[in-house]
């Protein structure tokens, strides 16, 4: 007994359990809801198309999809709440991390799980340099999760509201690479009373894998067709949207590891009623 | 010693005692390591899943061999049973050459639909004996977690089908990634080869 228990005591100190966290986020139907925005349901025509598509067929665009109402983080997480998280969860600490689950540069500007005692000018900067798995680990800890990719790009798309100036503030934020982060209170509201999805900082969405590499035509698992390069532009929704494909390559490329100094994240919830 | 230190080992004593009481009723795997070490080993990753058996697993309980890992679904009527009848080739070809021994992973994608049942079912239509060939269903986000673990992507279509990449991937004894292999016989037997290598 006393070795079964030595065994599992290292192996739990050594590994992650993000089964706790969801038995956590399970138990506790008390999760944070204040800085939560409500996102009416409604139809979304994703980005590229969900059907198969039949070989020698032209490519059809995507059908609408329903987007049920969800809970939305108003912005995104911010450095101090991550280092609350660090503080109460220190196997997701830098240096303790293990690199199944991130890569070098994760946490590689902090915060530090020390820093809530500290005063930290930054402490207002959206939490960046996190991997999937530290984003995924952080919402189920707050009884949430991460958004879908349908969910992101429905509040992105804001209802159809201002749609020019929302394309425009986010290609001149793409031009100017090594902008400044905003603290997340001071970033813009859209119409649904969001903050900054666009033109602040590239955000995880619990399914970025979910559209199959163009990389792989041969292995994909059905005959779907959403290649990014070439014909598979045929099939975007919008060919002159460049933000929306600069958007889906960037989440096409990432591994569930990866970090990036301009890459944090929100978190999303089940509405109940 | 503080009250929380003692829920905590009370617990740690109660998933003891759980870990011992189930059973594929396959023979033992070898012991686990005393660490989920090292710090690259997939079985890091702690979700709990079942097995075709109705046996609640976590990928740590592979550890000790070496693992072939898939992500299928039973309603798939093309790429996933080219994807079996290549991995039961490779094992053919593994226990022939006497490599040392090797269980096969397969995790369902499709936790809506697949059940144990439907996953025995599978297997036995397949000839996938428990011995060496573990089905597993889990919950939607940890299908998720595994899929970005393997560096796989799926995503669920409109018609049913799940659109999926077609990765074979080899586990080290310790759970740490060896190769990959696109689920076509010609980049299979490359695996073949890290095995003899590693």
Do not use: E, Y
């Given at each position: 007994m006393t070795s079964c228990l030595r065994r599992l005591t290292l192996a739990l100190a050594a590994s992650v359990s993000l089964a706790n966290l969801d038995a956590l986020a399970a138990a506790n139907d008390t999760a944070d809801k204040t800085s939560m925005v409500r996102i009416p349901g409604g139809l979304f025509t994703p980005f590229f198309p969900r059907d198969p598509q039949t070989d020698g067929a032209l490519p059809s665009k995507a059908r609408p999809v329903t987007v049920a109402a969800f809970l939305l983080d108003e912005r995104p997480v911010s450095r101090r709440e991550f280092a609350v998280f660090l503080a109460q969860y220190p196997q997701w600490r830098r240096g303790q991390a293990l690199t199944v689950f991130v890569d070098a540069g994760y946490l590689r500007d902090g915060p530090d799980a020390a820093a809530p005692q500290t005063v930290d000018k930054d402490a207002d900067l959206p939490v960046t340099q996190v991997s999937w798995f530290a984003a995924d680990a952080y919402c189920a800890a707050q009884g949430k999760r991460l958004p879908s990719t349908d969910e992101w790009e429905y509040a992105l798309a804001d209802d159809g509201r201002n749609q020019a100036a929302l394309q425009q503030q986010i290609l001149t934020w793409y031009e100017r690479p090594n902008s400044r982060l905003s603290p997340v209170t001071a970033l813009p509201t859209n119409g649904y009373g969001?903050?900054?999805?666009?033109?602040?900082i590239w955000e995880w969405t619990e399914d970025f894998n979910s559209l199959t590499s163009g990389a792989e035509p041969r292995a994909v698992?059905?005959?779907?067709?959403?290649?990014?390069?070439g014909g598979g532009s045929l099939s975007a929704r919008d060919a002159q949207d460049y933000a929306a494909f600069m958007r889906y390559s960037t989440r096409m490329s990432l591994q569930g590891s990866y970090t990036m100094s301009s890459l944090g994240f929100r978190c999303a919830l089940d509405v109940t009623q | 010693m503080n009250p929380i230190h003692n829920v905590l080992l009370a617990g740690l004593a109660g998933a003891c005692l759980i870990s011992l009481s189930f059973s594929t009723g396959a023979a033992p795997p070898a012991p686990l390591p005393t660490a989920i070490a090292p710090a690259n080993s997939l079985y890091s990753l702690a979700t709990v899943w079942q097995d075709q058996n109705k046996a609640n697993v976590k990928l740590a309980h592979y550890a000790g061999q070496y693992v072939l890992m898939a992500m299928i679904y039973t309603h798939c009527k093309d790429m996933c049973p080219m994807t079996v009848a290549t991995l039961r080739k490779l094992v053919e070809d593994w226990q022939a050459q006497k490599l040392p021994p090797v269980h096969v992973v397969l995790v369902s994608l499709d936790e809506a639909r697949d059940t144990p049942q439907a996953l025995q079912a599978f297997a036995a239509e397949y000839h996938l004996p428990a011995d060496t060939w573990s089905l597993l269903v889990g919950a939607r986000a940890d299908v998720r977690r595994l899929s970005v673990l393997l560096g796989m992507s799926y995503q669920k279509l409109e018609n049913g089908d799940i659109a999926h990449s077609n990765l074979i991937t080899l586990l080290a004894p310790d759970g740490h990634m060896l190769g990959q292999a696109a689920g076509f016989t010609a980049d299979v037997a490359a695996l073949l080869k890290l095995v003899k290598t590693n």
């Open positions: 969001v903050r900054g999805l666009a033109g602040a698992g059905s005959k779907d067709r959403n290649l990014f390069c | -």
